[in-house]
């Protein structure tokens, strides 16, 4: 592959930042539509490698390589498989629509896109990064550009929420951190690799320790834990989204927390499949936690944004318990899944952020009847919160549907006397408390008599449509027609699930 | 046709589509659309009823064909169409039910203003429905059983300004999501006992595992979806208050097609419960229940929806009584008729609705001499819901009966006989009190439009036609074809008849007595028995006892988990953060900003390190 | 009579390191701490050149480095008297005690 269309997308919205910080601060319409422009060529070309990839052949393809630091096995190495080609189309679709559901920000613009262009960047290149260095650089880099977002940009907190969440994924990136120098040093012993490299293809053959495996799996868990959010470590994440902008926040949701699942999957389950099987039982008890009490935390939010930063624990649960189940329909789901959220969570952050411009609340009981002013918000908002409680016809369902079947088929006991498939039946009732908040809140925010107070509120038009079109149609077309998608993810985890087949049968820690 | 059967759900959803996007502004182009389509599915559907005649398709060698809609290592879903008798009944029934309601909609929603939007969501039920009748699996079933329950929950929640309305969907989609959850447990049992969904394929594997544990979980598990669909007791709260939308609505979704989706569950994949006797029994037994459950309440309310919907509830019971009871023809029997006359009745009080603006029916009366299309189809519709010769009711009643009593279930048998009773007592409270008697509305009633009456014409034929199809001396007829097992020629009992029709007239001819001629005043019995009274009309408190579950243990569990959010799991991370800070205020004294300090130490330092390396040096201590 | 070896030019570099390092530590003026810098600079370049003379007297580093030392030692004179010097002029005062500003 000559043409180096992956380091293209990763690369396109940076340049754009490039080429805004070249222009005038006061042309605010050219600077975003060099926002857009930017992210529409990494969007289509997204597109492009979605429908090239062979997916019969699978594998890593569209791999570019060039030596950065030989002595030290560093070098940039990118290439996308089933994993991580649907997060990279996600990515692009949730900063191609984040560019126009920032349309109508006014608030020094031109530092505002510079930062979310770097930030977009940063996640593409922890996608495609085949290389634990880039994938660790990229990682920052992401990160600190999202702190000054939400410190500027913000609203609600906005300090406390930029440090905190700064903070706490800084602390879970350690951690992945001392699991990567970990694995390196490990992996170039000699009677293992025999050589450095930090290339995480040659890294991946090596068949770690037992102990090793479950030690570095613990703490890619906690590392990873912190960004899913795993309960208790993610009180980050309701904080950090509300306080967040509109774009930031349907980054923030839709993809950072996603950077935890892929990096959980691609190297916690993929180098350490005995370990992950060890501490499958502990994601699986967190992972109901997740489900159940993020559904009900969220049923009491006032907030409108809380509700949806709740949402989005409870639904990262079905990520993890898709991964505890380790087979093949299970984690199928889990990657479908971080994809249909990142879509589904991007369009409730952009509805929201479309009502609290032109209300300056997010007080759901200040709200009421908004339906009769806004009646395409509300109906967004309607499909939105159906996909969320797992509607068929919309991806979530699929994704949903088959992490379910898979956590089902498990036929383990753990603790002694509390069985995964009871687990699973837990998480599946999770749907039941998603459809009580969910249509609670639909209830209490669009339905009911009309107000006078919101009847100057106009309802999206024009350019406000776009990312509630194509996250919409998004949903529709996967819910639809899932096949191209969950064959390309299932081509990414068939080697995975053939290496936990593979691994040494041990029981789990409890 | 049947080649051409998986246009069914197609043109509704097309319909769905152009209604939403092409046509909105234009409304009356908006109904002739949905209109079109499911015309186009009705003509469909009646060549597909023709062709199952004429090949000879019988429920053990269906036509079914399928495309895989997704295949992974372990797990393929189809997307397929299974045609057999009792799809293709049910497709009639659901397609003529619906178009009248689209044709009478045309009146009866004159100058609404989401006029476009109520026919796309029509559009957007039908094709839901259709596909769940065609469904050839578990998964497409449940896909489209949930997409039914969607449409319900938007035509529930159409007048959405309405508190009452939107109240009243949400309690429909969360009753029915606990179903759901129910359903989807079910068969997921089901898969990792035999690895498909296929109803076929399932049908063969099954007899293998009769009675056993996990197959008689698997078929409670199931059913819990059919009594949330089909709103039997404990599930069926949300069946009345979905009252609160459009009445053609209430007629076509929740009376005549979408509840009765629970009946045709059950007796699609009916192998599954004769294989679980105990399932069967928990399927008769609630329904037997719930006929009398609703038919109690229906007693004493006042809306003539409510009553409706009690009516309908209480049929459905009889429905689920009769597969209970093992007999798929009389259940489907009863269903395909109960469609037709529930449907009628439920027009006939839109109409009446239309015509004084009031749902109580002590707000109408005497409507008969002003509107007597109305009034006439009602009664008509009436008499068959009663059970009464000729009528539709009558043969399809009697065949649950006989059933029922030929089964063994003689305590069953008692139960629906005197529901059948209860049945005609009520019915004829509302007619006596609402189409007779002088009329007490304050508004002038008058006959509804011919869009609307039409409907109610070729329904009322319907309600006394439709029950002949299954007549028992017919020596060809409904029971030949939808059937489970071997079909079984019902032997017309007189005994039976005689009881069931003896009992409906006393009915009929109590409530006349009461509420006609008032020789016995409804204020005495009410008084003698307040408390049952009180207890029948607060619906036996099932409501009041959800509502304090959600409120005083939902509620309560999820903010006490919200404040362990703010406080102990946040505490536990401002903790660690504060203490780092405490830390760090403590520990700054260390710098004393003193160069002779710092360089003291440094030197201190360097001798201590110079020390410890000299150590190997000298020979170690 | 033995002749003057190694260990007098490391014991007279000792002395002088130590004063050098009290005068340092100890002294207040910010001009007389700088002077004992200077005492332990050149103490180390006595050690430097001894070691050169005693031990390999074929090579000159360690008279390479001792110049190194006093170029390095000069600069940070002027630095340190410039530092000094400034701090005097905005202060006027020259004691280390009154010079804590680097504390929290």
């Known amino acids: 592959m000559s043409f180096p269309i992956l380091s293209i997308i990763m690369l396109a919205p940076v340049l754009g930042a490039l080429v805004i910080l070249m222009l005038p601060e006061k042309e605010e319409k050219i600077i975003k539509i060099t926002a857009a422009v930017f992210s529409f060529i990494s969007l289509v070309l997204s597109i492009v490698i979605f429908i090239m990839y062979d997916k019969s052949a699978g594998g890593i393809q569209f791999v570019e390589q060039i030596p950065w630091v030989d002595y030290l096995g560093i070098s940039y190495k990118v290439g996308v498989d089933g994993l991580s080609l649907p997060m990279v189309l996600l990515t692009s679709l949730v900063i191609f629509t984040g560019v126009f559901a920032s349309w109508d920000m006014h608030n020094r613009i031109k530092e505002f896109f510079i930062f979310l262009l770097v930030l977009t960047t940063g996640v593409f290149g922890v996608f495609i990064s085949l290389d634990l260095f880039f994938f660790y650089l990229f990682f920052e880099v992401a990160l600190i550009p999202m702190y000054v977002l939400i410190g500027v940009w913000g609203s609600t907190r906005k300090e406390y929420a930029a440090m905190k969440l700064t903070l706490y994924l800084l602390i879970g990136s350690v951690f992945a951190l001392v699991a990567i120098i970990a694995t390196f040093l490990y992996a170039a012993a000699p009677e293992y690799l025999g050589f450095i490299t930090l290339d995480m293809v040659a890294l991946g053959t090596v068949t770690y320790d037992i102990a090793f495996q479950k030690f570095a799996f613990l703490l890619m868990l906690v590392g990873f834990g912190f960004l899913v959010p795993m309960w208790p470590l993610h009180t980050w994440s309701p904080d950090g989204h509300v306080a967040a902008p509109t774009a930031v926040s349907m980054l923030h949701a839709g993809v950072i927390m996603k950077l935890g699942g892929y990096g959980l999957i691609r190297l916690g389950v993929f180098y350490y499949p005995e370990g992950a099987k060890y501490w499958a039982p502990v994601i699986a008890l967190l992972c109901i936690v997740n489900v159940v009490y993020g559904a009900l935390v969220a049923m009491v939010q006032k907030d409108l944004k809380f509700v949806v930063g709740y949402s989005s624990v409870s639904h990262m649960g079905y990520v993890l318990l898709g991964i505890a189940a380790l087979n093949t329909l299970s984690l199928d789901g889990a990657v479908a899944q971080m994809f249909a959220h990142g879509i589904m969570t991007a369009l409730f952050f952009a509805l929201v952020g479309n009502i609290y411009h032109k209300s300056h609340t997010r007080e759901i009981a200040r709200f009421g009847g908004l339906a009769h002013q806004m009646p395409r918000v509300a109906a967004g908002f309607v499909i939105a919160g159906l996909a969320s409680l797992g509607l068929p016809g919309l991806n979530n369902f699929v994704a949903e549907f088959l992490i379910f079947l898979g956590a089902f088929s498990v036929d383990q006991v753990i603790l002694g006397f509390i069985s995964f498939r009871l687990l699973a039946i837990l998480g599946i009732l999770g749907i039941v408390i998603t459809a009580t908040y969910v249509l609670r809140v639909v209830q209490f925010t669009f339905f009911g008599p009309r107000k006078a107070e919101w009847d100057h509120l106009e309802d999206a038009k024009g350019i406000e449509m776009v990312p509630i079109v194509i996250l919409i149609g998004t949903l529709i077309l996967f819910g639809v027609y899932p096949a191209p998608l969950i064959d390309l993810i299932n081509s990414g985890v068939e080697p995975l699930v053939a290496k936990i087949q593979a691994a040494a049968e041990i029981g789990g820690i409890f | ?621 | 009579m033995t002749s003057i070896g190694l260990q007098h030019y490391l014991i007279l570099a000792a002395i002088l390191f130590s004063i050098g390092f009290y005068g340092s530590v100890a002294k207040k003026n910010g001009v007389a701490v700088l002077m004992g810098i200077e005492l332990m600079l050149n103490a180390v370049n006595i050690n430097l050149i001894a070691f050169n003379r005693f031990l390999n007297p074929d090579v000159s580093v360690g008279m390479i480095f001792a110049i190194f030392v006093i170029v390095v030692a000069a600069a940070e004179v002027a630095v340190g008297l410039a530092i000094i010097i400034k701090i005097y002029r905005e202060r006027l005062t020259t004691s280390v005690n009154d010079i804590d500003w680097l504390k929290w």
């Open chain 2, 1 to 621: 046709m049947i080649k051409i059967a998986w246009l069914l759900p197609l043109l509704p959803l097309l319909g769905f589509v152009v209604i939403s996007f092409v046509t909105k502004r234009l409304k009356l182009l908006s109904a002739l659309v949905a209109i079109g389509t499911m015309a186009a599915s009705l003509i469909i559907s009646l060549g597909i009823a023709y062709e199952v005649l004429r090949d000879g398709v019988t429920m053990e060698s269906p036509v079914e064909y399928a495309v895989n809609w997704l295949s992974v290592p372990g797990l393929t879903i189809e997307a397929g169409i299974l045609i057999d008798p009792l799809a293709a009944v049910m497709l009639i029934v659901v397609c003529t039910v619906a178009l009248l309601v689209d044709i009478y909609s045309l009146g009866y929603m004159e100058g609404d203003p989401g006029y476009s939007r109520y026919f796309s969501y029509l559009s957007l039920f039908g094709a839901s429905m259709l596909g769940l009748v065609v469904a050839n699996n578990y998964f497409q079933m449940f896909f489209f059983w949930e997409l039914v329950g969607l449409s319900s929950y938007l035509l529930i929640g159409y007048y959405f300004g309405r508190h009452s309305a939107v109240q009243a969907n949400k309690k429909a989609f969360i009753a029915n999501r606990v179903a759901d959850f129910g359903f989807l447990l079910g068969f997921f049992y089901l898969f990792l006992m035999f690895g498909t969904f296929n109803f076929g394929e399932l049908a063969q594997a099954m007899p293998a595992h009769a009675n056993s544990a996990m197959l008689t979980i698997a078929a409670i598990l199931v059913f819990i979806g059919p009594v949330g669909k089909s709103a039997q007791f404990p599930l069926h709260v949300w069946l009345p208050d979905a009252m609160e939308g459009p009445t053609p609505v209430s007629a076509l979704i929740h009376a005549a097609t979408m509840v009765a989706a629970g009946v045709y569950l059950v007796s699609r994949q009916f192998v599954l419960f004769a294989n679980a006797e105990i399932a069967l029994l928990v399927v008769a037994y609630v329904g037997g229940f719930t006929a009398l459950f609703a038919a109690t309440i229906a007693i004493v309310n006042s809306d003539i929806k409510r009553i409706l919907a009690f009516s309908t509830l209480s049929q459905l019971g009889y429905m689920m009584m009769a597969l209970g009871v093992g007999s798929v023809t009389a259940g489907m029997f009863h269903l395909t008729t109960h469609a037709f006359f529930k449907a009628l009745l439920f027009l006939g009080a839109g109409s009446a609705i239309h015509a004084v603006h009031s749902n109580s029916i002590w707000k109408m009366g005497g409507l008969y001499k002003k509107m007597p299309i109305t009034t006439w189809t009602f009664v008509i519709g009436t008499l068959a819901l009663a059970g009464i010769f000729p009528f539709a009711g009558f043969w399809s009643k009697d065949e649950i009966l006989l059933v029922t009593r030929d089964a063994g279930f003689t305590g069953l048998y008692i139960l629906a006989t005197f529901v059948a009773f209860l049945t005609a007592f009520y019915m004829f409270r509302l007619i006596f009190i609402a189409f007779f008697g002088e009329s007490r509305s304050e508004h002038e009633p008058h006959e509804s439009p011919l869009s609307m009456t039409v409907p109610l014409l070729i329904l009322a034929v319907f309600s006394i036609g439709a029950g002949f199809i299954g007549a028992p001396f017919l020596e060809k007829a409904f029971w030949a074809l939808v059937y489970y097992g071997k079909p079984h020629h019902p032997v017309p009992d007189l005994l039976v008849m005689a009881v069931s029709t003896g009992i409906a007239l006393s009915g009929i001819l109590l409530a006349w007595l009461i509420y006609h001629k008032k020789y016995i005043s409804a204020e005495k019995i009410k008084e003698r028995f307040l408390v049952v009274y009180t207890i029948l009309e607060n619906k036996y408190y099932i409501d009041e006892i959800y509502q304090w579950f959600f409120d005083k243990v939902v509620l309560v569990i999820s903010s006490a988990f919200n404040w362990s959010d703010r406080n102990l799991v946040d505490g536990a991370a401002h903790g660690i953060s504060d203490s780092i800070r405490a830390g760090g205020a403590k520990l700054r004294y260390i710098q004393t900003g003193s160069m002779q300090n710092y360089a003291l130490v440094i030197f201190a330092a360097t001798i201590l390190l110079v020390i410890w390396m000299a150590i190997p040096v000298l020979g170690g201590i």
